[in-house]
Structure formats: structure tokens, C-alpha cells
């Protein structure tokens, strides 16, 4: 069985990811996705004051439950309405978000990709699971697919794979996306942004890597690009606009996208991707 786990919140966002998620898993042959929310974050909601004295209103705790069971309950209607093929189960845990969906990576090995939605500029910025997309994309071992709020499916078509010239060798965890680039045709546009703009790379580098690259590609057609821009994020993100892409692929280690999107301003890199869904892969 092949399992998407899909952390959600009561927000649009989570409720894109959702609907990305039953696309995505109806489009390339998965069995199961699992719908998890967690309490933990909003259980000192709960406390009431009195004399001097906290306590937790059963009452309240009871209609979050009641509140939640419903959520899952929507978002299963809506992925079942476009993928009714699909197995669809939710759960509910008491432990941080983070937590509870390594936990349940570590526990379930039927999963193989986690899908999250992500707020932008223009969003309330009240999703929970938003706010811990850094968190869980990088403590997790499987595969993570990070999805704007209010972005459609489509067919993939172009991938954009931001690349180091200097550093090749992650090229190969490209080979686990296989199934996905050629059950869509789709083409791989490699773009390598020189950060101190100079005019040009070393010729030999170029040849060297140009050369190095048909051992990875030999049954996908890429394209490779040169572009210099002192803020990768701004030269990946304008790059994928002006070119039609259709998803970015973060590649792991130090020089990937991923780098840049951890170490820089939130609002710098996850925000101002309004427009393609972001693959992290492991």
C-alpha cells in the first residue's frame, strides 16, 4: 500500500492541500492518504480561571473533538468526490504537530510522501500547519510536496531542478521522481543561478557537468540553463514563472533549494511561491 499523509488544519490551505492530495495520489497510483490534525496547540484555549484555579473546560474539549471529527469528516467527502478509489482516514492526536507526524512516519511505513499546504502574503497566516512546514520538511525521511494555498492541480509537465554546478551528486535522487517524470512525459529544466554574477562559468566546468549528466537522464529529455542573480530565491522563483513550470524539485543537501528556503526569511521563500508546489526530495 502506498500512503499520503496530509497534516490539516480548519483553514483554505489545508483544505487545498486536500484536494491536491487526492489529484496527486489518484494521478500516480497511491491507495491510501490520511488525514491528520492535532489538539496539542490549542488545548490552553480550554483553561478556564476560577478562584485562583485553572482548570480544562469539558465542555469545550468535547465540541474541539466534535469540531475536528467533522473537519476530517469534509475534507474525506472532498477527496472522495474526486478520487473515489481511494482509502481516506483521518486521525487525531494530542501531541505537537511536528511530533505526531514524524511519529507517524516512523510507525506507518506504507507512507511515502507528506503533502503540506502553505500560506502567502496575501493569507491570514492562521494555518497551523503552515507555520511548521520548515519543521516537518526538514525532519522528515520521506518525500514532502509543499502546496500554496489556492494552487489547482494540473499535469506536470516542467520541472524545474535548481542545481550547484560544483555539487552533482544529489542528481541521483532524482532517479525516485522517475516514475512521476515519465508517467507525464514531462521535461526537467536544470538551472544553475551563479550567485556573484560573473559573465560566464568555466568551460571546462560546464562541459564536465553537461557530459556528467547523461548517466542520471538517459530516458528523460532536460534542458539546462545559466542565469546569475545575487538572491536565488528571487532568480529560481522569476525563473519558474517566465517558463511555465509546473513543479520545483529541491534536491537535498547543503546547496539545494531547500538550503535557501530553511536559512532565509520565511516570507522571502515559502511566501513569494504563490505559483508552482515545491518537491522536496530524500
Avoid: C
Amino acid at each position: 500500500m502506498k500512503t499520503i499523509l496530509v497534516p490539516v488544519d480548519a483553514t483554505a490551505t489545508a483544505e487545498n492541500a486536500a484536494k491536491f492530495a487526492a489529484e496527486w495520489g489518484q494521478q500516480y497510483g497511491y491507495d491510501h492518504i490520511v488525514l491528520l490534525n492535532t489538539h496539542y496547540e490549542s488545548v490552553f484555549d480550554y483553561v478556564t480561571m476560577a478562584e485562583g484555579y485553572a482548570f480544562v473546560d469539558g465542555e469545550n474539549v468535547t465540541s474541539r473533538h466534535k469540531n475536528t471529527e467533522l473537519l476530517l469528516a469534509h475534507l474525506r467527502g472532498i477527496i472522495l468526490a474526486i478520487a473515489p478509489l481511494l482509502k481516506v482516514t483521518g486521525t487525531i492526536s494530542r501531541i505537537p504537530l511536528l511530533r505526531s507526524t514524524i511519529d507517524f512516519i516512523k510507525n506507518d511505513p506504507s507512507v511515502e510522501l507528506i503533502i503540506l499546504g502553505s500560506d502567502d502574503e496575501g493569507a491570514s497566516n492562521d494555518s497551523l500547519v503552515a507555520a511548521n512546514i520548515v519543521g516537518i520538511a526538514r525532519a522528515s525521511s520521506v518525500k514532502t510536496l509543499i502546496v500554496p494555498r489556492g494552487l489547482p492541480y494540473k499535469a506536470i509537465k516542467n520541472v524545474l531542478v535548481p542545481f550547484d554546478i560544483y555539487r552533482t551528486t544529489n542528481l541521483e535522487r532524482l532517479s525516485k521522481f522517475r516514475s512521476v517524470l515519465k508517467a507525464e512525459d514531462a521535461r526537467l529544466l536544470l538551472l544553475n543561478i551563479d550567485t556573484k554574477e560573473s559573465t560566464t562559468l568555466a568551460a571546462d566546468k560546464k562541459k564536465e557537468w553537461e557530459q556528467n549528466l547523461g548517466q542520471y537522464f538517459t530516458d528523460i529529455p532536460y534542458s539546462i540553463y545559466y542565469s546569475s542573480d545575487r538572491d536565488i530565491i528571487k532568480g529560481i522563483l522569476s525563473f519558474a514563472q517566465t517558463n511555465n513550470v509546473d513543479l520545483i524539485t529541491a534536491l537535498p543537501g547543503k546547496h539545494s533549494f531547500l538550503y535557501y528556503l530553511v536559512n532565509r526569511s520565511i516570507s522571502e521563500g515559502i511566501y513569494k511561491n504563490r505559483y508552482q508546489a515545491v518537491l522536496i526530495l530524500k
